[in-house]
Structure formats: structure tokens, C-alpha cells
């Protein structure tokens, strides 16, 4: 727009991050190209159709991923018939473990774990801590294997891919840092003009010379803090600064 085009320096601003855009865009079409965004950010994956065994190993996993759901809500029925005599309902969690490599039960009354082994033979207590018993059945820890393998594998087959698509993203660095610099700077330009704007004794644009004769220097009649004058129930007394050749001049810092 005109106010814009008006400033040669907001007009190459403009230029810069309307370049950016096109570039870093690139940069997002290579991550969706190449991540398996259904699975972002639980896990990240390299998408299955990049090879024909890739996709071969993400249905497999979806079909562990089914089964494990199919066996929580078995173990769960079969809870549901062990507390039903204590007449209260109880929950079973399904939750991974911090690796995200397999799953464990929780159930969040850490008194159910004198009843945990009524669910089955093959029911194992891993650990009781104050927001519940943690357990798994024999099932449970046949799919977390299983998956953890195939897991294994999949990563494998997608180191290849990874270190081809990050040596591309590599030569991104340069636009990030571009990137960075360019949002610094109308950082900057936004605070100056938010503070401007809403300055009670508004703001002025300053006679810019190039001299070193005498009298030239520094002259600010009436200046004010930006930051300090910004704040609330704050009066801000102007000062006058001369600093101009070739008078002597003295500066007092601190404490």
C-alpha cells in the first residue's frame, strides 16, 4: 500500500519477507513430502509410500495398533466383571510408556491391585505408585514386543530417506537466519510505532545530518523514555540533550 511504498525502508522489508514466504514454503512442502503427519507428534515417521516395504511395515503396525485396542477393551470387560461385585466402576487406561515402544493398563485406585490378578493368569503388576497400579496381560506384552520390532525395522528403512531429505533441509539454514533478521527487524519497527502511537505527547522524526563542523552533534529538545513514559500512572519530566562539537562533554553513568 502507500504507506509502504512511501518508506524505502518498510518497502524492502516487504520485499524480503514476501521472498521468505515463497522460499520457507519449499521448506514446508519438504516436510510434508516427507513425514508421516497422521502420525506427528506422537511419533515421527518417514511416509509409508516413499517404498513398497515402508508400506508393507505401516499396516502392520496399524494392525498392532488395532489389536492393542481390541485387547483393551477385552481386558476391560473382563474388569468390568471383577468389580462388579464392589459396587463401584473403575476404568482401565490404556497408556504407552515413556519410549512410546509399547503400552501398559493403569488403573488409577492403587486398592484395585490386591484384585488386578482376578482378570487373568497371565495378568503381570509392573509397579503401584500413588496414581494407580500399572499392568499388562500376556497379550498386551506379545503386541508391545512386536511392535517395538517392527518399529525397529521401520526406522531402519527410513534412515536413508532421512539423511537425503535433511541434507536438503540443510540449505534452508540460510533462509531461517534471513528469516530471523527480517522478523527482528519489524519487531522493532511495530514496538517503535506501537509506542508512538500511543504516546500522549506523540513523536517526531528527526533531522538526519552528515557534518562535523561546529554546532553538529546530538540535539534533542523536549526528549522523553519510550519504555518509561509507556508505563502506568508514570509522568515523564522532558529533558533537553546537546551533545555537540566541540563543547567538552561529561557523562555520569550509574550505579
Known amino acids: 500500500n502507500s504507506n509502504i511504498s512511501s518508506s524505502p525502508i518498510l518497502s524492502d522489508l ?13 521448506s514446508v512442502g519438504l516436510a510434508e513430502a516427507v513425514l508421516d503427519l497422521e502420525q506427528a507428534p506422537e511419533e515421527f515417521l518417514v511416509k509409508p509410500e516413499y517404498s513398497e516395504e515402508l508400506e508393507e511395515l ?3 503396525l496399524d494392525n498392532v495398533r488395532s489389536s492393542v485396542k481390541a485387547e483393551h477393551e477385552a481386558i476391560q470387560d473382563v474388569w468390568n466383571d471383577v ?12 497408556e504407552r510408556v515413556e519410549d512410546n515402544t509399547a503400552w501398559q493398563f493403569r488403573l488409577p485406585d ?30 498386551l506384552r506379545q503386541l508391545s514386543a512386536t ?17 537425503d531429505a535433511m541434507c536438503i533441509a540443510s540449505t534452508y539454514a ?10 527482528g527487524t519489524l519487531d522493532v519497527f511495530c514496538a517503535l510505532a506501537h509506542t508512538a502511537a500511543m504516546s500522549p505527547h506523540g513523536y517526531c522524526r528527526p533531522n538526519m545530518t552528515d557534518s562535523e563542523e561546529d554546532g553538529a552533534g546530538i540535539k534533542l529538545e523536549g526528549a522523553r523514555h519510550p ?18 562539537f566541540p563543547n567538552a562533554q561529561m ?4 550505579p
Open 14 to 26: 516487504y520485499r524480503q519477507v514476501s521472498q521468505l514466504v515463497v522460499e520457507l514454503q519449499r
Open 251 to 254: 557523562l555520569v553513568s550509574g
Open 174 to 183: 540460510n533462509v531461517v537466519e534471513r528469516a530471523a533478521d527480517s522478523i
Open 83 to 94: 468389580q462388579s461385585s464392589g459396587g463401584k466402576s473403575t476404568q482401565v487406561r490404556l
Open 110 to 139: 492403587t486398592n484395585d491391585s490386591k484384585r488386578v490378578e482376578h482378570i487373568g493368569k497371565s495378568i503381570k503388576t509392573h509397579r503401584i505408585l500413588k496414581n494407580g497400579v500399572y499392568f499388562s496381560s500376556l497379550e
Open 58 to 60: 505401516h499396516q502392520e
Open 147 to 163: 511392535y517395538q520390532e517392527l518399529q525397529s525395522d521401520y526406522q531402519q528403512l527410513s534412515r536413508k530417506i532421512v539423511r
Open 227 to 244: 519504555c518509561v513514559e509507556l508505563q502506568e500512572n508514570i509522568e515523564y519530566i522532558p529533558n533537553d540533550i546537546s551533545l555537540t
